[in-house]
């Protein structure tokens, strides 16, 4: 199935075939009723919380939806990570946004927490009378028939836990980016939303007519929602969702026991290798950077995004992140997507970004009808970095495959056949080398010779004098160290502003920029060497407030940033334990992880003045962070046990 993101020619085909035949449906929900359902009052139910970033989320490497502290699904793309969403409520500041709520009469509090080491997420809602109920909601994921099951499916349970508490079930998908709503057809125990491309069922054991109008009812015994592609389940429904959480919490409790995670902060580089994981979108092969699009980066910014789509640099650092845990099968599955895009470019240029689907073009729109989180619109489809020359792809693509030249773990080796292709993905750093772009912070008005540009020119062509050792190629790897030699000695050089005592953010320049802490990341040069020493004691003065790190001091096109961009600090994390401040390093690391929120996840920005998390959510770069910090700082398994 597919979704078509068009909303007037979608309009136009609003209604299923019946519709367009002119024949009535007879399972068809009457106008007067679905009239009654828009018009439902809240009463003891109040509006639904406000929007923000303390939510959790669920994900089987197909899809993703993010879950509210009181139980609403307020974020669900569909058939894509990169697709329509069906329940828009995080980028909707309307109290009948479309969104999915399991709500409690008279709500008192709530508790949200994974279950441990899985992607399932459980959500308790107290009354004022201290009555509650338990909602499970995950994506099912697990081995089945000799392949990966992953549904497009949802599935929520409901159970009461204390008392005979009153709920309410308001499920309202939306299609065209909320511009358009379905049509409603029924049966005795399940409920057909149909839109122009696609039709979502819900599966229930729970009263259709409960559903359908809103009508609050005593939560007696367990519930089960089973809303997916519109298809008959097999077994019970019961029985169907009961199955798809015991084998959805083995899988993950299984791949979670397979990490080789530090001894300090293992609950936290859990998390952050299943939010990664997640962030996998394993048809293609490709990583989404966020699974959201439009959370502005600071307040009224304008600074809005969408962020659904792959970058191969931020690609790069989450392979690495969990290669680093002994996670390879990320790895394999990224490497089938980025062959597609190097053998594709004929060596040619490689964009920054593609779709997840490899589409080269991500045109980018705004949708009107959506007022943007809190209202602070815009809300972008696409992105116009998909037209910039950013010269650090290459040294990504290039560190992104290297490994699979050296690891004897792998099922299918890189070797000389594939080196050739990588080759010529060095040549073209080596002619993008010195030259003019828009960097790795894809400024859309100026184009400069950034530093942290040529640096990835100079990781690749290194990179690749080191795979070509290891094939036995020395007239290769000769080529590749010398290219890599003349450009590491022009890079510590041109990029050092004498009157900054800092590597500068580009050849010539005198301004900083967060990312050249990257020359010690990928081996560039030494961390005690004095020019990088002083290069951090700079940038503590000019980009950091407090323990938080800002991208480039000077202005954009927006003009100055205003949050922490989060990745940079720990950047400044690892930086700092690497040239000998340990103890500080480890202060900071601790701030950020009281900043991710109550699940332990972490959005691009952080205010250094509220401490509110700011961006596209959960980012994959800040995730990536946490996993680094933690690998860095922590002692060694046998000096603890």
């Not at 549904?151 to 998908?173: Q, Y």
């Amino acid at each position: 199935m597919s979704i078509s993101n068009e909303g007037t020619a979608a309009e136009a085909r609003a209604g299923d075939a019946l519709a367009a035949a002119g024949v009535a449906d007879p399972l068809a929900v009457p106008d007067s009723q679905q009239a009654h359902e828009a018009g439902a009052t809240h009463g003891a139910f109040g509006p639904p919380a406000a929007a923000s970033l303390d939510v959790g989320v669920i994900g089987n490497c197909a899809y993703s939806a993010l879950v509210d502290p009181r139980g609403r699904v307020v974020w669900c793309c569909l058939p894509r990570f990169d697709g329509d969403p069906v329940f828009n409520a995080l980028l909707d500041p309307d109290e009948d946004a479309s969104a999915w709520g399991i709500e409690i009469e008279d709500f008192a509090s709530s508790k949200q927490w994974y279950e441990p080491n899985t992607a399932v997420l459980r959500t308790q809602l107290f009354d004022s009378s201290g009555q509650g109920i338990e909602i499970t909601d995950l994506a099912p994921r697990f081995h089945s028939r000799s392949r990966y099951f992953r549904p497009l499916t949802l599935v929520r349970r409901v159970k009461p836990i204390k008392g005979t508490p009153r709920i309410r079930v308001s499920l309202a998908p939306r299609f065209n980016w909320g511009a358009l709503a379905p049509t409603i057809t029924r049966g005795s125990n399940h409920i057909r939303y149909v839109g122009p491309e696609f039709t979502l069922r819900l599966n229930t054991d729970a009263s259709v007519s409960h559903i359908l109008s809103r009508q609050p009812f005593v939560l007696s015994r367990e519930h089960n929602f089973v809303l997916g592609a519109d298809e008959t389940l097999t077994d019970g429904i019961a029985d169907t969702a009961r199955h798809f959480e015991q084998e959805t919490i083995a899988y993950w409790r299984t791949w979670s026991k397979r990490l080789a995670i530090p001894f300090e902060y293992q609950d936290a580089v859990i998390r952050a290798a299943i939010t990664l994981k997640l962030s996998l979108y394993e048809d293609t092969g490709a990583i989404v950077a966020a699974m959201t699009t439009s959370i502005p980066e600071a307040p009224g910014s304008q600074r809005n995004w969408d962020y659904r789509y792959c970058w191969l640099r931020d690609a790069f650092f989450v392979v690495r992140a969990l290669n680093s845990l002994s996670e390879v099968g990320t790895m394999e599955d990224y490497l089938r997507w980025l062959s597609n895009v190097v053998i594709g470019s004929h060596g040619e240029h490689i964009q920054p970004l593609y779709g997840i689907g490899l589409e080269r073009e991500l045109p980018e729109s705004f949708v009107e009808g959506l007022g943007g989180y809190r209202g602070m619109g815009p809300v972008r489809v696409g992105n116009q970095a998909q037209e910039h020359f950013q010269h650090d792809v290459y040294g990504n693509i290039v560190l992104g495959a290297a490994q699979s030249f050296h690891d004897h773990r792998l099922l299918s080796r890189a070797g000389v056949n594939e080196f050739p292709y990588l080759e010529a993905v060095g040549e073209q750093a080596i002619r993008v080398y010195g030259t003019p772009d828009a960097g790795m912070w894809e400024l859309r008005t100026r184009a400069r010779v950034h530093t942290s540009s040529a640096l990835m020119s100079w990781a690749a062509c290194d990179r690749l004098a080191k795979i070509a050792r290891a094939l036995n190629l020395p007239e290769r790897a000769a080529y590749w160290h010398g290219h890599s030699s003349r450009m590491r000695e022009e890079i510590l050089a041109k990029s050092w502003c004498e009157e900054r005592q800092a590597f500068a953010e580009s050849f010539g320049g005198h301004e900083l920029d967060a990312s050249v802490l990257l020359m010690v990341e990928v081996g560039l040069i030494d961390a005690r060497d004095p020019r990088f020493i002083s290069t951090v004691e700079a940038m503590e003065k000019s980009l950091c407030d407090g323990p938080y790190m800002r991208r480039y001091e000077a202005a954009d096109d927006f003009g100055k940033p205003e949050t922490a961009f989060n990745i940079c600090t720990f950047w400044r994390i690892d930086a700092l334990a690497k040239i000998g401040r340990k103890a500080e390093a480890r202060q900071i690391f601790e701030t950020m992880l009281a900043a991710r929120n109550p699940l332990g996840l972490l959005s691009e920005d952080t205010h250094p003045e509220t401490g509110e998390m700011w961006g596209n959510f959960p980012q994959t770069y800040s995730m990536v962070g946490i996993i680094n910090a933690a690998v860095r700082l922590s002692a060694p398994w046998d000096s603890c046990i």
